[in-house]
């Protein structure tokens, strides 16, 4: 299952506390890469903000040398990638227009000013997982076309013979991948995102769905102890109406 939730809080509660209740969707943990003695030479770029998603409109090459468009989102230390229909592509489109200045297909916004920086153009995991929102119907994120496991892979820039900004990874079972981004700024936020996800461990992994699985058991148990209470309650209500 590649959608997972994490422990949040409801508004709802039991005996005056308040209880934890499972969101849609889930915000990935980031990890602090010091690339700056990189050799490839690539300048590492500010992190976005933890809520952010890693997804964007990239070309996948071929082994061919064919381009074909794809859609990549980071989840969980994987890369998904997605088959670009005509209406997601439009709707992308149409997302990256309204975002004006700096944004790009790759899903980078490029921000103007002195410290440069920027930040993903999906802002939350909501719209990417919540059914009912529109990217999520377009895409359907539990479908993916395949999947590139990101731990200790192997993430370097590629430039074609055309000068274009590329990424070559090769995964750890030996599987490879190129695909084309649309500017240096946007290849620069794909590695600094791809390598972090690279770095995370097996075991940090696995102790990360342990726990998201130990956090769905207990939201569960509040549930079902919230709806006892409320049906209790129910009761209780009735009764006092017969007696008066």
Same mark, same amino acid.
């Given at each position: ?5 994490? @422990? ?42 933890? =809520? ?30 997605? %088959? ?7 709707? &992308? ?14 899903? &980078? ?19 990417? &997982? ?6 999520? %119907? ?25 000068? %274009? ?12 991948? =190129? ?10 936020? &794909?590695?600094? %995102? ?9 075991? @940090? ?6 726990? @998201? ?32």
């Amino acid at each position: 299952d590649l959608i997972a939730s994490p @422990r949040a809080r409801c508004a709802s509660s039991i005996d005056g506390r308040a209880a934890p209740e499972s969101p849609r969707c889930a915000a990935l943990p980031r990890l602090s890469v010091d690339a700056s003695n990189d050799a490839s030479g690539v300048r590492p770029t500010p992190s976005a903000p933890p =809520t952010t998603v890693a997804i964007g409109l990239l070309h996948k090459v071929s082994r061919r040398g064919v381009r074909q468009p794809r859609v990549l989102c980071i989840r969980d230390s994987m890369l998904l990638m997605f %088959e670009a229909s005509k209406e997601l592509r439009t709707h &992308w489109e149409r997302l990256v227009h309204e975002e004006g200045s700096g944004a790009s297909l790759g899903g &980078w916004v490029e921000r103007a000013g002195p410290k440069g920086g920027g930040s993903w153009l999906v802002a939350t995991q909501q719209k990417l &997982w919540e059914q009912g929102e529109v990217l999520c %119907e377009l895409l359907n994120p539990s479908h993916p076309r395949s999947v590139l496991p990101l731990v200790e892979c192997s993430v370097q820039p590629h430039d074609t013979s055309d000068g %274009e900004s590329g990424i070559a990874l090769r995964a750890s079972h030996g599987k490879e991948l =190129t695909v084309l981004c649309h500017s240096a700024a946007e290849r620069a936020a &794909w590695i600094d %995102e791809l390598r972090r996800c690279a770095k995370v461990s097996a075991h @940090r992994l696995y102790t990360q769905e342990l726990a @998201r699985a130990q956090g769905q058991a207990e939201v569960k148990k509040v549930r079902e102890e919230r709806d006892a209470a409320r049906r209790a309650r129910d009761h209780l209500q009735e009764e006092a109406e017969k007696l008066t």
